[in-house]
């Protein structure tokens, strides 16, 4: 499973636009990218998937460069409830043996 | 989403004795379930991977015997903490995906073992 690598933390206020960058220099040709929310004491919830170029939905955008090595969700005017943590995961959804492996994530603190 | 439930989401047990912990996935048939552990301030780590029917996938370093894993059925995944100890106490995630679902994995809400 490909490598993935994000900042430990960042720091926002209410109301800007929050881009945290992944990166996934080891990504497969299978590979899709995957970004999860946690809060605190809850399961993991999926925000977006994406295989490249860009994805939007109501939650986030999911950035993609042509090569793939890494990937930005972009969290348009962010509320004090989406402090959390905020996971990069790489690997073939396709694929009904993989395993989602998760790395260190980045903790999210939004300020009032 | 789908939804998938766990109970208990929380309980206070004794060293030495043992605690179940249910995973339950309540709208579709789960092809696989998976258990993870979350220490505090720490990444969900994969402790197994479970198949209906099948006996379960350990990650190398977590001990088969003292997690027990049954996957029953369909729906209903188990997972048992023998003979736990304080350094067992974290939160316990568990997953589940179905293939009808393009693979798509859902968590559950968690169960946070706190062992005296």
């Known amino acids: 499973l490909a490598k993935t690598t994000q900042p430990i933390s960042m720091d926002s206020y209410e109301g800007q636009e929050v881009n945290i960058t992944c990166s996934h220099n080891?990504?497969?040709?299978?590979?899709?990218i995957t970004w999860y929310q946690q809060f605190p004491s809850q399961g993991p919830r999926f925000i977006i998937q994406g295989y490249k170029t860009k994805v939007t939905n109501e939650v986030a955008s999911l950035f993609i460069p042509a090569d793939r090595k890494s990937s930005t969700l972009s969290l348009p005017r962010v509320s004090l409830s989406d402090t959390a943590v905020y996971y990069c995961l790489v690997g073939p959804p396709v694929d009904s043996s993989y395993k989602l492996i998760f790395g260190s994530g980045t903790r999210l603190l939004v300020r009032p | 989403g789908a939804v998938v439930s766990q109970h208990p989401s929380w309980v206070i047990c004794k060293s030495g004795t043992s605690v179940k912990i249910e995973c339950r996935s309540l709208?579709?048939?789960?092809?696989?379930m998976f258990w993870y552990r979350q220490f505090p301030k720490q990444s969900l780590m994969l402790m197994a991977t479970?198949?209906?029917?099948?006996?379960?996938?350990?990650e190398q370093g977590v001990e088969k015997d003292k997690f027990l894993i049954n996957h029953a059925s369909l729906t209903l995944s188990t997972l048992t903490v023998t003979s736990a100890h304080p350094e067992d106490s974290s939160f316990y995630i568990c997953?589940?995906?179905?293939?009808?679902?393009?693979?798509?994995?859902?968590f559950g809400p968690g169960t946070r073992l706190t062992v005296l």
């Open positions: 997953s589940v995906r179905t293939s009808a679902r393009g693979n798509e994995q859902f």
């Open positions: 479970s198949n209906e029917g099948s006996k379960a996938t350990y």
């Open positions: 080891n990504i497969a040709t299978n590979d899709y």
């Open positions: 709208d579709f048939q789960a092809t696989t």
